[in-house]
């Protein structure tokens, strides 16, 4: 009734962020039918191509251990071993490629679905999981009977197909074992091979449904409450918050240094309202001219301000003051697409330091 009443309640759908973060624990939705879709086709496969070649292997054995029945006496427990070793051998030749085939189907169907993902929280010990009343649940509750009908119609199915697989199949087998042993094996490869056909389609049909359902289930087991969808929505507008004062107090951290660097800046170049770029360039430090701050608007009027105060020029020129503002960082050389503005602006400077002459 508990489990009824929070379902209801949880009636938003899932966040993305509720959703990675399951996908992130290892909580993804997995389809078992997938799985074993993908093995049946695997094994028609191999029995479809290998199958001929080990049928005929098998018989060739077969035939080699029968010749010498009559030499072997079952009371004696070497003879049997020999004899029984033998029916191994024979036999393993036909279904270990086809066992391991079986394997590398089931790997890739599953691995179709979600590629591996390391999780502790999936293999850590939970009370929860070895919990009786938690048991009872989902062997008797909603998605026991969903697996209980799942395995009946499966049942049904493959009893089904065998029967029609063998009605069709009888008829030749009772005529081969009339005819020579050798030929079993390929009578017998080709009944499975039609059962395996018959399989192999109901598993497509139940691998496509359960696909659907483990994904629409998955989705339906993550829903939230309104509450939850509220407090992750305040969790991320915190988290948004915090970043910007980060950011902000990077920020100030910046133009706090951009202003103790700004008395030794050469020139400002200007906008001239808009923008303010301050350089520095001594020839006797060697490197282009260095950007020693930089600013828009309210933050240029500031450099504009502090420049007066210290007599540092300030020379307005629209295009470079843009150029450099986007372009170049603070404490970053200027590149040399700006060598010629830049050494224009500085030789002007060097002459009206010369002629004692009114920046024009």
């Given at each position: 009734?508990?489990?009824?009443?929070?379902?209801?309640a949880?009636?938003?759908?899932?966040?993305e962020?509720?959703?990675?973060?399951?996908v992130?624990?290892g909580?993804?939705?997995?389809s078992?039918?997938?799985v074993?879709?993908?093995?049946?086709?695997?094994?028609?496969m191999?029995?479809?191509?290998v199958g001929p070649?080990?049928a005929?292997?098998?018989?060739?054995?077969?035939?080699?251990?029968l010749?010498?029945?009559g030499?072997?006496?079952?009371?004696?427990?070497?003879?049997?071993?020999?004899?029984?070793?033998?029916?191994l051998?024979v036999?393993?030749?036909?279904?270990?490629?086809?066992?391991?085939?079986?394997?590398?189907?089931?790997?890739?169907?599953?691995?179709?679905?979600?590629?591996?993902?390391?999780?502790?929280?999936?293999?850590?010990?939970?009370?929860?999981?070895?919990?009786?009343?938690?048991?009872?649940?989902?062997?008797?509750?909603?998605?026991?009977?969903?697996?209980?009908?799942?395995?009946?119609?499966?049942?049904?199915a493959?009893?089904?197909?065998?029967?029609?697989?063998?009605?069709g199949?009888?008829?030749?087998?009772?005529?081969?074992?009339e005819?020579?042993?050798?030929?079993?094996?390929?009578l017998?490869l080709?009944?499975?091979?039609?059962?395996?056909?018959?399989?192999?389609?109901?598993?497509?049909l139940?691998?496509?449904?359960?696909?659907v359902?483990?994904?629409?289930?998955w989705?339906?087991?993550?829903?939230?409450?309104?509450q939850e969808v509220?407090?992750?929505?305040?969790?991320a507008?915190?988290?948004q918050?915090l970043?910007?004062?980060?950011r902000?107090?990077?920020?100030?951290?910046?133009s706090?240094?951009m202003?103790?660097?700004?008395?030794n800046?050469?020139?400002?170049?200007?906008?001239?309202?808009?923008?303010?770029v301050a350089?520095?360039?001594?020839?006797?430090e060697?490197?282009?001219?260095?950007?020693?701050?930089?600013?828009?608007?309210?933050?240029?009027?500031?450099i504009?301000?502090?420049?007066?105060?210290?007599?540092?020029?300030?020379?307005?020129?629209?295009?470079?003051?843009?150029g450099?503002?986007?372009?170049?960082?603070?404490?970053?050389?200027i590149?040399?697409?700006?060598?010629?503005a830049?050494?224009?602006?500085?030789?002007?400077?060097?002459?009206?330091?010369?002629?004692?002459?009114?920046?024009s």
């Amino acid at each position: 009734m508990a489990e009824d009443t929070d379902r209801e309640a949880r009636s938003e759908e899932a966040t993305e962020k509720r959703l990675s973060d399951a996908v992130e624990k290892g909580n993804v939705p997995f389809s078992r039918e997938a799985v074993t879709c993908g093995s049946l086709i695997a094994c028609l496969m191999a029995l479809s191509l290998v199958g001929p070649l080990a049928a005929a292997r098998v018989s060739v054995g077969l035939s080699s251990v029968l010749d010498g029945a009559g030499t072997i006496h079952l009371e004696d427990r070497e003879e049997a071993a020999i004899l029984l070793t033998a029916v191994l051998r024979v036999a393993s030749l036909g279904i270990l490629p086809v066992m391991l085939l079986l394997m590398a189907g089931g790997l890739i169907a599953a691995l179709a679905q979600n590629m591996p993902r390391a999780s502790l929280e999936r293999i850590s010990p939970q009370l929860a999981r070895i919990s009786p009343t938690a048991g009872f649940k989902r062997l008797f509750g909603l998605q026991g009977l969903i697996e209980f009908s799942k395995s009946l119609l499966k049942l049904v199915a493959v009893c089904a197909a065998a029967g029609l697989a063998i009605r069709g199949g009888l008829a030749n087998m009772l005529n081969g074992l009339e005819t020579e042993p050798q030929f079993l094996p390929r009578l017998a490869l080709d009944l499975v091979i039609k059962l395996l056909m018959m399989l192999c389609s109901l598993a497509a049909l139940l691998a496509a449904g359960d696909l659907v359902w483990s994904r629409i289930k998955w989705r339906r087991d993550l829903r939230m409450t309104r509450q939850e969808v509220k407090d992750e929505y305040k969790q991320a507008e915190g988290d948004q918050t915090l970043k910007h004062k980060a950011r902000t107090a990077a920020r100030q951290r910046i133009s706090r240094r951009m202003m103790a660097n700004l008395p030794n800046a050469t020139v400002i170049v200007t906008n001239p309202t808009h923008f303010a770029v301050a350089l520095r360039y001594v020839r006797e430090e060697g490197g282009a001219p260095v950007v020693m701050a930089k600013g828009a608007d309210h933050l240029a009027f500031r450099i504009r301000t502090l420049a007066a105060e210290h007599d540092i020029p300030i020379v307005e020129n629209k295009p470079l003051a843009r150029g450099l503002y986007d372009a170049v960082e603070v404490d970053q050389m200027i590149p040399e697409e700006f060598y010629k503005a830049v050494a224009e602006i500085i030789h002007f400077l060097q002459l009206r330091r010369m002629y004692r002459s009114p920046l024009s």
